[in-house]
């Protein structure tokens, strides 16, 4: 890869960060983000237990979904006490339901 290509992927990289910052390190993207965490099943179990082999398909989607969260979460660069606060008011959320 020549340095021109490659200053220009790194530039589309931190342009695509700075994209997912914008989005959900502001107020309407911390409510899109504690919607995520409960469809997601952040603070829940994925795991299928009626599967006597322990790993369905279900657990594997529910997974999938869990990593799709998380994956958000690394590129906002939502640091750990914003996580925990994330989750915090989620479990909050949903025990009011």
Do not use: W
């Not at 890869?1 to 959900?24: C, D, G, P, R």
């Not at 906002?76 to 994330?86: G, H, K, N, Q, V």
């Amino acid at each position: 890869m020549t340095e021109n290509a490659e200053k220009k992927k790194i530039s589309k990289a931190v342009q695509l960060i700075q994209a997912y910052k914008a989005v959900f390190l502001s107020e309407n993207g911390q409510v899109v983000l504690r919607d995520l965490a409960v469809k997601c099943h952040m603070l829940s179990s994925v795991t299928d237990v009626s599967n006597p082999n322990g790993f369905s398909a279900a657990s594997a989607f529910y997974d999938g979904k869990r990593a799709a969260f998380l994956d958000i979460i690394k590129m906002s660069a939502c640091d750990e006490t914003r996580l925990i606060a994330l989750l915090q008011e989620t479990e909050r959320n949903k025990n009011e339901l």
